[in-house]
């Protein structure tokens, strides 16, 4: 258990998964919620798009994927209130169009950009150092929002039409909503990539859902699902090309222990009998 | 029906022939010789100087293990005269792409750069040696005497040239080297196998399997180069530099890039030997 902690790459992959399961479980505990899978998604693949724009002007591409990410997020936020029947189709827009921009900027800028695929997949081996601090700094924002609105995100995120009656500013929520959902995505980008992070913004909490009773014990204990699930994938990376000489990518297991035990809770569900849900 | 072909359009037409017929002719005058690589380029130019015109196929800055031709290198090869392949079997551009490429061109002669070089397996960069690369000159300056008859003599004299250049690269670098022999080097796609041979040098790859290692490799790989205490990290532009800047910052060794694939080939070959002679011990320690 002690020996890959010698290494500083180790530590630092553990720290960044840590603090990725910090904004998986409350922002994702939302996402769950709100069923705002599909947006989720549409934000983290256009946050592609600034990868590419980072790339294009020789800045840091976790940067331009911020600007992306809360960007569109404003975008999609805006357009909700106003057209909701073409909301699937805008946020399919948003998710190829960044997607297809991430690809040109990347494309007409100048020299090499070898490291493409860590953004699309995930390096959670090879995180920067400081990539730890800008990670605690946005799970820190994370946590603040979310303990001044709790009640008022509360109340749109299960019923909004009652927030709406009852004078709540529904519609500055949402953005706020969004902003953090942005905000968790440039998080969770280093440790899994932009089409992965969908996968982690829904499954701790899904998970957790099962066994919850109010939203703050959801978003705890998706927390702790998510730390166990990052925890046990980069254990499980090193252990398995130990015994078994497989080089397995580290993010992709992260996913896939999640997957299972989604599997395992919905079976457990099963078997225990459904709260009344 | 008025007819189309006017006195006009048959103006154009012959214009437009006799414009065809003068690219053409420019083309006869300088055949075309077709490269994999940019190295190749390199020893293709001091071969024949203007005499042909070079086409590489992996352009600077594309991987020869992911590249597609473009629409406008089939047309050059389809018009080539001379192809000079790598001619290893691991190499994966010429394993995908050579037979597709050369049905394009019947009249296409094939030069075979790996001829009478000791192939290691897995590994096609042999131009990182100045042995091969002499050997080489020899195989291409033949080909390029048979496609050029009546410039044999140029053709000889640039050879003589080049091998000379070649050993004076070579003496050069054992100078740069000297001490160094039997030492190790961390690099992250092994492309200097050749060339640790020729020099006595031990090349040690980051890659795992052609992929970013794992984490079990990563801590194996740093606790191994701090006891052989490694003093630097070969990276090529090509590839992804993570894991062998995480490698680098861990055990406290300078990250150097150097392109095998360059067409600056002594520039390439002197990056290396610098590099590696670099991480002798110094005095102070």
Redesign the interface.
């Known amino acids: 258990m002690l020996e890959p902690l010698e290494f500083a790459f180790f530590q630092r992959a553990l720290l960044a998964g840590l603090l990725a399961s910090v904004a998986c479980g409350i922002v994702g505990s939302y996402v769950v919620v709100k069923r705002m899978a599909s947006m989720s998604g549409g934000i983290s693949h256009a946050a592609f798009g600034g990868v590419g724009l980072g790339y294009l002007l020789g800045i840091d591409p976790m940067i331009g994927a911020t600007g992306f990410a809360l960007a569109c997020s404003a975008g999609i936020g805006l357009a909700y209130r106003r057209l909701r029947s073409g909301m699937d189709t805008l946020i399919a827009m948003v998710w190829a169009v960044g997607m297809a921009l991430g690809i040109l900027f990347v494309s007409l800028s100048p020299g090499y950009a070898p490291d493409l695929m860590s953004y699309l997949f995930g390096s959670i081996l090879f995180v920067p150092a400081r990539y730890v601090g800008f990670a605690a700094g946005l799970d820190l924002l994370i946590v603040l929002t979310v303990v001044l609105l709790f009640k008022e995100f509360q109340a749109v995120a299960f019923d909004e039409e009652h927030a709406e009656v009852s004078g709540l500013p529904v519609g500055l929520l949402l953005l706020a909503l969004l902003a953090l959902v942005s905000l968790a995505v440039v998080v969770l980008i280093r440790v899994v990539g932009v089409i992965l992070v969908i996968a982690l913004l829904t499954m701790p909490p899904a998970i957790a859902r099962h066994w919850s009773r109010t939203l703050p014990q959801m978003m705890a204990l998706s927390s702790v699902l998510g730390a166990v699930c990052a925890v046990a994938g980069l254990y499980g990376s090193y252990w398995l090309s130990e015994l078994a000489d497989l080089n397995v990518p580290t993010g992709p297991l992260i996913i896939l222990l999640a997957a299972l035990l989604y599997g395992a809770s919905v079976a457990a569900r099963t078997v225990v009998g459904r709260r009344d849900g | 029906m008025a007819d189309p072909l006017g006195r006009g359009w048959l103006a154009v037409t012959a214009f437009v022939l006799a414009a065809l017929l003068a690219c053409s002719a420019e083309s006869v005058r300088r055949p075309a010789v077709v490269v994999s690589v940019l190295p190749q380029a390199w020893l293709v130019e001091r071969l024949a100087g203007d005499l042909v015109t070079v086409e590489v196929m992996i352009p600077p800055?594309a991987s020869h293990a992911t590249y597609e031709p473009t629409m406008a290198q089939m047309r050059a090869v389809s018009r080539a005269s001379l192809y000079v392949k790598v001619g290893h079997p691991a190499f994966p551009f010429e394993r995908a792409w050579l037979d597709r490429l050369l049905r394009e061109n019947s009249a296409l002669v094939v030069v075979d750069a790996s001829a009478n070089i000791p192939q290691h397996p897995g590994d096609p960069h042999i131009w990182t040696s100045p042995d091969a690369m002499r050997q080489i000159a020899s195989t291409v300056g033949n080909a390029l005497a048979d496609l050029l008859p009546d410039r044999r003599d140029e053709l000889e004299r640039n050879r003589t040239a080049l091998i000379e250049e070649i050993a004076t690269l070579d003496q050069e670098l054992r100078r740069t080297l000297a001490g160094a022999e039997g030492r190790s080097f961390l690099v992250f796609h092994p492309a200097w196998g050749y060339f640790a041979e020729h020099y006595g040098l031990r090349q040690v790859a980051i890659e795992?399997?052609g992929?970013?290692?794992?984490?079990?490799?990563?801590?194996r790989l740093?606790e191994w180069a701090r006891q052989e205490k490694v003093r630097a990290v070969l990276v090529q532009?090509?590839?992804?530099?993570?894991?062998a800047?995480?490698i680098a910052r861990?055990i406290g060794a300078e990250l150097v890039t150097v392109d095998p694939l360059s067409r600056d080939w002594p520039a390439s070959l002197r990056g290396a030997a610098r590099a590696i002679a670099d991480q002798a011990p110094a005095a102070t320690n």
């Open positions: 800055g795992e399997r992929k970013e290692p794992g984490p079990l490799r990563l801590a740093i532009p090509q590839f992804s530099h993570m894991s800047e995480l861990e």
